[in-house]
């Protein structure tokens, strides 16, 4: 039975009353590596240089912290109104400074909450007595690629690897999710994550 792609990481709970959200840019010009198109909600980014975020990249490849998952996008677009469509476009430009305080900077609100949780599509099919071993185990994130949005939806399409990990990974399995359709021996089965990055209950930088 195949299971449907859904889009990128999105939230089931947070990890407080008060979800915590901070609303940062990007770099003038940035370009994420890949092809992919662009920073899209249900996108996992890290905090950089002048304040500003970036795609994060799988965990072979990047060294960098997940700060958190994309709520919603904005910038001004070529008629000079502010778009919010759902994906950052790549290489966009805009005059004066990398900072929200500036009105020709891209917003990009981020879920920052440590102790929130998230669905998100694991990239390969498993079986279930593997499946269901690595929860408490971690895993990374797959790589970027130009067919990492969706041109439909407009969300991020970004999946976990696959690989259980009882080690240093990027985010913490916690539950396979119950659904009568979702088939863990099918690609893109459905599991409950948390970022294990930060300072989260569930944080187990050496897993299971």
Excluded at 34 to 60: K, M, Q, R, W, Y
Aim: net charge negative; hydrophobic share 40%.
């Amino acid at each position: 039975m195949a299971n449907q792609l859904r889009g990128g990481f999105r939230l089931i709970e947070s990890g407080s009353k008060t979800l915590k959200m901070r609303t940062v840019s990007v770099a003038s010009g940035y370009t994420p590596a890949n092809s992919c198109p662009g920073i899209a909600i249900g996108e996992v980014v890290e905090f950089v240089t002048a304040g500003t975020v970036e795609i994060l990249g799988d965990g072979a490849s990047d060294a960098g912290l997940a700060f958190g998952i994309v709520k919603s996008v904005s910038f001004i677009g070529g008629d000079g109104r502010r778009v919010y469509g759902g994906v950052l476009p790549a290489g966009h430009t805009y005059s004066g400074n990398a900072n929200i305080t500036n009105p020709n900077a891209p917003r990009i609100e981020v879920i920052c909450d440590p102790g929130a949780e998230y669905e998100a599509c694991v990239a390969v099919a498993s079986t279930n007595a593997l499946a269901y071993a690595g929860v408490g185990a971690n895993m990374d994130l797959s790589a970027t690629s130009a067919t990492t949005v969706s041109t439909v939806y407009r969300e991020s399409l970004r999946t976990l690897d696959g690989t259980f990990v009882a080690g240093t990974a990027q985010f913490r399995i916690l539950e396979i999710l119950a659904d009568p359709v979702n088939d863990v021996t099918a690609a893109n089965y459905r599991v409950r994550v948390g970022i294990n990055e930060g300072s989260d209950r569930y944080l187990s930088l050496a897993g299971i």
